[in-house]
């Protein structure tokens, strides 16, 4: 299904604490919408949507100013920082009502904003998501690349369907947006709900910048809380592998209980104790690593039945 040209296109960008990369982001973004709208790909209409995530410098005097220079620019302001999916969804849920397409991409440009044309056209053949897929992980750290490599190893193997290598820069169609809305769950990773929606898709590939200007917004402990969000919202798999793990326990338990009793009957009970010991220290510590795994899903269970919102738009300039 081919669709017709001349359509509406909203960026979507989360910005938290962002007014180090804001001037030359809202530049090189105007430069990029203007020469699509030059070229006829995209309508008149299409917008740059700053959603300022509870930012404690400049950023949103920053968003309201650019608003006020050319309207193409818009800004979404959040009452309080919730975090970058979340202000994500916020900007989607926005820009659904007016876009007939949106692309969703960081504030520090590190994904490659030349790629944006090749979404637009996939978009145009009747993709309703495209993902945006880094190439090589050049510019990372070492440390960064192989968490990230073993985070997408460990969520495909946990049953999540997440795309390698791809993080939120994609192109979701306005039908894509509605149907992601479906989706009430407060815990939500982004990366594995939006490839649960279907419908045609495709991918392209682009190699990914380093960051311009500013610190990355995502110390390891976020990164680290994305990690287990993602694994735990999607998968139910550990707790069946500390099932597992349990039943493996019982049948080595039992075969101590044969071995430790044929040792009695020999009368050579006394020299049991370290075996004694260090099952009941391996025991201890596999227990609470159960019932850790199972608080964890038993607090994603509390959140889910109090059905908070997952976020709250104080205001929308436009
Ligand atoms: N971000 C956000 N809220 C947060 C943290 C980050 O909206 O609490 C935004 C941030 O402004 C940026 C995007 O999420 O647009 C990605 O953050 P960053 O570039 O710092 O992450 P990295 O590229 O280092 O993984
Ligand atoms: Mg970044």
């Known amino acids: 299904m081919e669709r017709e040209k001349d359509q509406i296109l909203y960026l979507v960008i989360p910005c938290y604490n962002e007014q180090e990369v804001l001037p030359e982001t809202s530049k090189r973004l105007l430069e990029k919408m203007t020469s699509l709208i030059d070229r006829g790909m995209i309508s008149r209409e299409s917008k740059i949507m700053f959603v300022n995530d509870g930012s404690k410098d400049r950023t949103w005097e920053m968003i309201e100013k650019l608003h006020d220079s050319n309207p193409i620019y818009l800004g979404v302001k959040l009452s309080r920082n919730r975090g970058h999916q979340n202000a994500l969804l916020g900007g989607l849920m926005t820009a659904k009502e007016y876009a007939d397409m949106v692309i969703s991409m960081d504030a520090d440009l590190q994904d490659d904003i030349d790629v944006v044309d090749q979404f637009v056209e996939k978009y145009y053949e009747g993709c309703e998501i495209v993902y945006g897929v880094r190439s090589a992980r050049d510019t990372d750290t070492f440390f960064k690349k192989y ?22 820069y994609r192109l979701m169609s306005r039908r894509a947006l509605e149907e992601l809305e479906n989706y009430k769950e407060v815990n939500l990773f982004l990366r594995g709900i939006v490839p649960m929606i279907g419908f045609k898709t495709d991918v392209v590939t682009y190699e990914r910048h380093k960051r311009f200007a500013g610190e990355s917004k995502y110390p390891l402990k976020k990164m680290l809380a994305l990690a287990v969000d993602g694994i735990t919202s999607l998968s139910i798999k550990p707790i069946r592998f500390i099932v597992f793990l349990g039943m493996l326990i019982f049948v080595c338990s039992i075969a101590m209980l044969i071995y430790s009793l044929v040792q009695h009957f020999l009368g050579n009970t006394s020299i049991g104790w370290t075996s004694l010991i260090v099952s009941i220290w391996a025991i ?29 738009i104080e205001r929308v300039l436009r």
Not at 151 to 159: A, S
Not at 160 to 166: F, K, L, Q, S, T
């Open 284 to 312: 201890g510590g596999l227990q609470l690593l159960a019932i850790g795994v199972i608080g964890e899903y038993i607090g994603k269970i509390y959140l889910e039945t109090k059905e908070r919102p997952k976020y709250i």
């Open 147 to 168: 968490t990230a490599e073993g985070f997408y190893k460990i969520i495909n193997m946990m049953g999540g369907e997440v795309i390698p290598n791809h993080a939120d």
